[in-house]
Structure formats: structure tokens, C-alpha cells
């Protein structure tokens, strides 16, 4: 880390840094002392985090009484220390028949989650800190004292003793349904849902005691607890969605002609709230509680949000000789979150299909082609959900930055900040599906493809308005977008004696096009919207390779005073001989073309193993902060990643990445197609392997059946993305959780 940061620093015209400290580590080596070389890794993970998951299943009943119960429990660890989640689950079914005609069931789930933290940092942070951080920053001593880090950041003091954030939340599901049959063919249903949950979140900021060595006397010193204050905050938070709905079919045949008709109407009630506080300077972290803190610079806030919906809809069905299949659907869908003259909107949609292999001209193909079906459909659907609840309403805020000073007391200020739109409308998404569906050699290959275009008109995007006006921008409908693509999933089973097996491929493509935008552009960063190009394209810069030489500098387009060899060079896009702002152009998109699986599964005399790959064959990401630039972190001073070696010098002129520099050289970290890389992959995301215990086994321990299972996860992976870094993940900015390998032992037993 020294010696490049020293040649970092001539690259930039400063002076070496480590000289006389490099000369000393090389005669005198690291002593965990006055010079270190930390394991950040060893001291953040704990290698393995441990996961137990239990589950049980019961049901009995009689013919006009069925129960089933179910429970559950998951404790699983993480990477880093007090890094933990637990889960209960609790789910009850009855069902009912309380006449010949008339049926009620009951559905109860109970859930309870405990996720716990460390307090002064997530665990996605700590990790930045701990890819991130230099060997030569103090760690830990090896009397076990903490050292500083960076600025007082040591990531494994903060997972350890940097407090603890619990997060609890307890949610109830409880649904009740009437089922009637009062004729032949027409059955009515009444049905009530409730979903709840109160979820408490403490976070309790604790400080760790930071050391330092005194050289002189030879022994540590107490330098500062970090961070200077402790604090607690307590948020408590309830979510609620009750759901109504009723609902009426009927079903008749005339001779070989079919129909079903069904007709329903439901609503929807939505609210959450919740309170939050925080105090700082507790009396003691051993008292983590509201009350423990100082009432100067305390906070609380709190608040409510709603939103309701009602349906309308209906069905109908009908098949002629189960040959030839038609349905019509309508939905008339009202929302809060518009003005009332546009609560409600229409959303009809129809559907076709015709099984090919029930023609009598068929029989001379069945035996090749067992089941044969074309169909198509074409409909819309309504989009309403927006990142707020009230759109159309001008919103106030209110809170310390708008308190204002007046008459010698401080008054609480309220501030316009976001404007608004009463004359939005639902987004409605246009969808079209044309599919065939076949099943082949006595039903053992079975082929499905689609071809799919989706339209979204009336687009609920925020305007442009001027940065001078001070209000966030409302959301208005404006242009449309379409997803066209197709899917094609091949399957194939077969039996050899004892062994089975079974095969499962699928593949489909999806593209992404803003067709309308009335002419706009929306650009967001490293992001634009605009016509012909698919939603949030990566914006930038056009890389054209490293400079090699002055020369090629001096004769090329002006990039900036500071470029010099080594540097990316970048493309002239309007020929003005100047790199600047109008030489963006679109780099790419983030959305994935070619996604495939494979799904292997086989059985033999009571084993069993299955095996899933999954992966995208196109797909194009970016990557930005400590990901690309060595040293470089918005919070403390960085190291490099081990690919990031490869750096241009004159002894490396064919180098993957720039020049090194000590800070974050304005050419090189523009948003730019340097930084994009080949995000496709293939992933071995499940592999199974277990046994089932014969029957003469199980009988004689009087149980019904018995099976043992080893699995893994995230087995692998195959990229040629920036190494270390994950390409299904968008730019994080360097920042982010680490997939895990998690390895299962399991046994199933049935009684």
C-alpha cells in the first residue's frame, strides 16, 4: 500500500509519503504497535455465519372439519459480529362445512422477525470499510484495545462494540371466507383480510474506546471514545391493509358449449405510521433507553400516510368441446391517490386459445404430438403506485431547518417543499401475448414459447422544472415505454428402469424503449430517459483507450490541464476539439438480454439430486467510487483492490486501468464506457442431494416416510465482470453485502 501510494503521489506532482516509513517496515517488519500490518478481514468476518431452520406440519379433520397448522424457525447469522436474524412463523387453516350449501374457512398466519445490527454502522458499511482500509491502519492491539482505523472508523470495533440496532416487527394475517351454493352452478363468496404489523426499531449508537501507542514510554494511551456522543433512538411503526371482497360465480353448460361467468367487487384500506425519537449522552449504555438521555437536542418526529382502493370486475368464460377457449375480462379500479374526477379507470382485457390437437384432423400427428394449443391475448392494466401518498396534494414540512427566530422566542417554521399535480391519471400498461404449447413423444418433451410487447402510456414520471423554483418536482403523465420480448422453456422426463430424470431449460429476452417523451430528456447523474433508448440509460462519456504519449495529448481534443500519459482518452463526439459536457452520449442500460436457467433433477432407488443454474447471456453495468479509484473513499483514505494492480505506467503501457493518482483525478472518474463492464454471468444458484429412507426402514420406527438432504447455495459463479464484485448488482458505488455460500444438512420426516 506504501510504495503505491508513494507512486500515486508522484503522479500528482507530491511529495513521497512513505519513504522513510517503507525503509523501516522493510528492516523492522510489522509489531502491531507503531507499525502495522492489519487483517482487516480476519478481524471484521467470522468466516462462517451458522443457520438453523426447522419446520413442522400437522393436519387432521373429518369430512366437515379440516385443520392444518404449520410452524417455523429461522436463526441465521451473518458475516459480522452481532449480525443476526431470527424469524417465528405460526399458520393456521380451517375449513368448514357448516351445511351442504354453505362453507367457511379461517386463515391465521403469525409472524415474528428479529433482525439485529451493530448500532454504529450496518453491516453493508462495515464491509466497505474493511475491503477498503489500509493494512497500516491500527486495528486492534494485541492486548485487545482498539485502534483508530481512519478518522476513528475501525470496522471491527464498530461491528463488536459499536452498539446494536433490534429491529422487531410482529405481523398478523387473518382472512375469513363464506362460500355459499344456493343452485346448481352458482356459488357466492364473502371474503375479509386483515394484514398488520408493529414493528419496534431500536438503535442504541455506541462508542468504543480508541488507543494509541506512546513510543516513547512504550505502552498504549487512551486517546477518545468514538463517536463523540451516544445516542439512542426508538421508533415504533404499525402498517395495516384490510381488504374486502365478494364475489359471485356461475357456471352452465349447454350441450358441448361452456360459460362461466363471474362478477366481484372489492376494496382496499391502507395506512402506516409510526413515531420516532432520539436522545444523545446517555447516562449509561448499560440503560438504552429514552429516558437515560439528555433532553437537549433531542428529536421527534412522527406522522401518518393512507390510501384506499376499490375494484370492480368481471369474467367471462367460454370453450366449445374444450377446443375452442375464449375469455373476456373488464376491471374498473378507483385510487386515492388521485383527484376524485380521476379515481376511476376502465381496464378491459380478452384472451383466446385453441387446442389444435383436439381436431379430428389431428389423430394422424397424436402420437408424435400428444397435446398441441395456439393462444393469444391483448389487455391493460393500471399502475397507481407511486413513491407518495398524496400526489396531487402541495406538501409542508416542518422539523429544525424551517424553525425560525422571531420576538425573542423560537418558533416551530412549516415550508413549502414539494409541488404538486392534481390532474395525474393511472398509468395503463397495454399488453399483448401471443403463445403456442406443445407436448411431444408420450408427453415426455413438453415446449411452451410466447411472444410478448407491453406498452405503458400516460407514463407517471416527476416534471422538469427549474432548480431556482425550490420545490421537488410533481409528477405529471408523460410518454410511453415498451418491454418487447419472447420466452421459450423446454422440458423433458424420463424413466430408464429405476432411474428417472427430469431436464428444464428456459430462455427469454426482454428489450426496453422509451417511444414517446414528447421530445424530453430526463437526466438524473449517470442516467438518462430519452426517446429511443431504454429507461434510466447509463449516460457519459465515450472511452477511446489510455493516452500514451504527450504527443497524443497535444494532438488530440482538450481534455483537462491535469491529463497526462496514462489517462483515458475520450471521444470528440460533436468534433468542437474540447471534451465537455456536450460529448455525453448513452453508454448502455442496465437491463438484462438473454436470461436462461437449467434445472437438472434425477432419481435412483430412494436418491434424489437436483441442480440449478441460472444466468443472463447480455447485460452491461457500471461501476463508480472505490470499485474504480484506488485510494479513493468518500469517508476515509482507501487502499486498492487487488485487479486494480494492473495500472498503466511506461513499463505497463498495455495496463487495464489509469494511471494511479492520489486523489480522484477529475479526467479519469468521469461517468464514462471505461467503467462499464460485461455484466452477463452463469450462476450454480442450487445443488441437492438426498435420500429416503425405504419403506421396510421406516415402518419399523413407525413413521411414514423419512429423507436426508445436503444442499448448497451460490455455489458459483462465471463472469468476466470487475472481478470481487457482483454483475447482478447495480452501481453501488463500491458499497455493498457479500453473496454467501451457505451450505445445508436437513432431514424430513413424515408421521
Do not use: C
Not at 406498452?455 to 418491454?483: C, E, H
Amino acid at each position: 500500500h506504501m510504495q503505491l501510494w508513494d507512486v500515486a503521489q508522484a503522479n500528482s506532482g507530491l511529495p513521497l509519503t512513505f519513504t522513510a516509513k517503507i525503509a523501516e517496515f522493510q528492516n523492522l517488519g510489522a509489531d502491531n504497535f507503531s507499525r502495522f500490518d492489519t487483517d482487516w478481514k480476519g478481524l471484521v468476518l467470522t468466516n462462517n455465519g451458522l443457520m438453523q431452520n426447522h419446520n413442522i406440519n400437522l393436519s387432521a379433520g373429518t369430512e366437515k372439519i379440516k385443520v392444518f397448522a404449520s410452524g417455523g424457525f429461522l436463526d441465521q447469522n451473518g458475516l459480522t459480529a452481532n449480525t443476526n436474524y431470527k424469524r417465528t412463523d405460526l399458520r393456521f387453516n380451517t375449513d368448514v362445512a357448516l351445511s351442504s350449501k354453505l362453507s367457511a374457512s379461517m386463515d391465521l398466519v403469525l409472524n415474528k422477525s428479529d433482525r439485529n445490527w451493530p448500532g454504529n454502522s450496518s453491516p453493508t458499511a462495515i464491509i466497505r470499510y474493511m475491503l477498503g482500509l489500509p493494512a497500516i491502519a491500527p486495528g486492534r492491539f494485541d492486548t485487545g484495545e482498539w485502534g483508530e482505523g481512519w478518522s476513528n472508523n475501525n470496522p471491527a470495533a464498530q461491528a463488536e462494540d459499536g452498539g446494536f440496532e433490534k429491529f422487531v416487527t410482529d405481523s398478523r394475517i387473518i382472512s375469513g371466507t363464506l362460500n355459499y351454493k344456493p343452485l346448481d352452478g352458482l356459488e357466492l363468496l364473502a371474503n375479509y383480510s386483515s394484514n398488520s404489523a408493529v414493528s419496534r426499531n431500536r438503535r442504541l449508537q455506541g462508542q468504543y474506546d480508541i488507543y494509541e501507542a506512546d513510543v516513547a514510554n512504550n505502552q498504549l494511551k487512551f486517546a477518545r471514545s468514538w463517536p463523540l456522543n451516544n445516542a439512542i433512538t426508538d421508533n415504533f411503526g404499525q402498517t395495516k391493509r384490510d381488504m374486502f371482497r365478494t364475489q359471485a360465480t356461475y357456471t352452465k353448460a349447454f350441450g358441448v358449449h361452456n360459460f362461466k361467468l363471474l362478477a366481484g367487487f372489492s376494496t382496499e384500506q391502507f395506512s402506516t405510521g409510526g413515531v420516532n425519537a432520539t436522545r444523545l449522552n446517555l447516562i449509561s449504555e448499560d440503560f438504552p433507553y429514552i429516558n437515560a438521555g439528555d433532553a437537549i437536542g433531542q428529536s421527534l418526529s412522527g406522522g401518518i400516510n393512507e390510501f384506499n382502493m376499490a375494484s370492480a370486475y368481471s369474467r367471462l368464460n367460454y370453450d366449445y368441446k374444450e377446443k375452442y377457449l375464449l375469455e373476456l375480462n373488464g376491471r374498473f379500479d378507483a385510487s386515492s391517490r388521485f383527484t376524485e374526477e380521476n379515481w376511476w379507470e376502465l381496464f378491459p382485457s380478452v384472451s383466446a386459445g385453441w387446442r389444435l390437437s383436439k381436431e379430428d384432423w389431428w389423430s394422424g400427428l397424436s402420437n408424435v404430438i400428444n397435446e398441441a394449443k395456439i393462444r393469444g391475448s391483448y389487455g391493460s392494466l393500471g399502475n397507481q403506485a407511486l413513491s407518495g401518498y398524496y400526489p396531487t396534494y402541495t406538501n409542508y414540512s416542518t422539523g429544525l431547518g424551517y424553525a425560525y427566530y422571531f420576538n425573542n422566542v423560537m418558533n416551530s417554521g412549516y415550508a413549502l417543499t414539494t409541488a404538486a399535480n392534481p390532474g395525474i391519471q393511472w398509468e395503463t400498461s397495454k399488453i399483448l401475448d401471443i403463445g403456442a404449447d406443445f407436448s411431444m413423444i408420450n408427453n415426455r418433451l413438453n415446449i411452451t414459447a410466447d411472444y410478448f410487447r407491453r406498452d405503458i402510456t400516460d407514463m407517471l414520471q416527476p416534471d422538469l422544472i427549474p432548480s431556482y423554483v425550490g420545490l421537488g418536482a410533481p409528477f405529471i403523465n408523460i410518454g410511453t415505454m415498451r418491454n418487447t420480448g419472447w420466452e421459450l422453456s423446454l422440458g423433458w422426463k424420463d424413466k430408464i428402469k429405476d432411474f428417472s430424470y427430469q431436464l428444464t431449460a428456459n430462455l427469454s429476452d426482454v428489450k426496453n424503449e422509451i417511444i414517446d417523451l414528447n421530445g424530453q430528456e430526463y437526466i438524473s447523474g449517470a442516467v438518462i430517459t430519452k426517446e429511443g433508448y431504454a429507461y434510466n440509460s447509463y449516460f457519459g462519456y465515450k472511452a477511446d483507450g489510455l493516452f500514451q504519449t504527450q504527443a497524443e495529448i497535444d494532438n488530440g481534443p482538450f481534455h483537462y490541464a491535469t491529463t497526462k500519459p496514462g489517462d483515458i482518452r475520450y471521444q470528440d463526439i460533436n468534433g468542437d476539439k474540447k471534451i465537455d459536457a456536450n460529448d455525453r452520449t448513452v453508454l448502455g442500460n442496465y437491463f438484462p438480454r438473454y436470461e436462461y436457467s437449467f434445472n437438472l433433477a434425477a432419481q435412483f432407488k430412494g436418491f434424489d439430486f437436483t441442480a440449478f443454474f441460472q444466468g443472463v447471456g447480455q447485460m452491461e453495468n457500471y461501476l463508480s467510487g472505490t470499485g474504480t479509484q484506488p485510494f479513493f473513499s468518500t469517508s476515509f483514505q482507501g487502499s486498492m483492490y487487488e485487479h486494480q494492480m494492473d495500472y498503466w505506467s511506461p513499463e505497463n503501457t498495455t495496463a487495464a486501468y489509469p494511471r494511479l493518482t492520489a486523489n480522484s483525478n477529475t479526467n479519469n472518474y468521469q461517468t464514462s464506457s471505461f467503467w462499464m463492464g460485461d455484466a452477463s454471468f452463469l450462476r450454480l444458484k442450487n445443488v441437492v442431494l438426498g435420500y429416503t429412507l425405504p419403506a421396510a426402514v421406516t415402518n419399523k420406527i413407525k413413521i411414514a416416510s423419512a429423507r436426508i438432504y445436503v444442499s448448497g447455495q451460490n455455489l458459483k459463479t462465471w463472469s468476466n465482470y470487475f472481478p470481487g464484485f457482483d454483475p447482478e448488482q447495480k452501481d453501488t458505488g463500491g458499497e455493498f453485502y457479500p453473496i454467501m455460500t451457505t451450505y445445508t444438512v436437513g432431514l424430513n420426516v413424515n408421521f
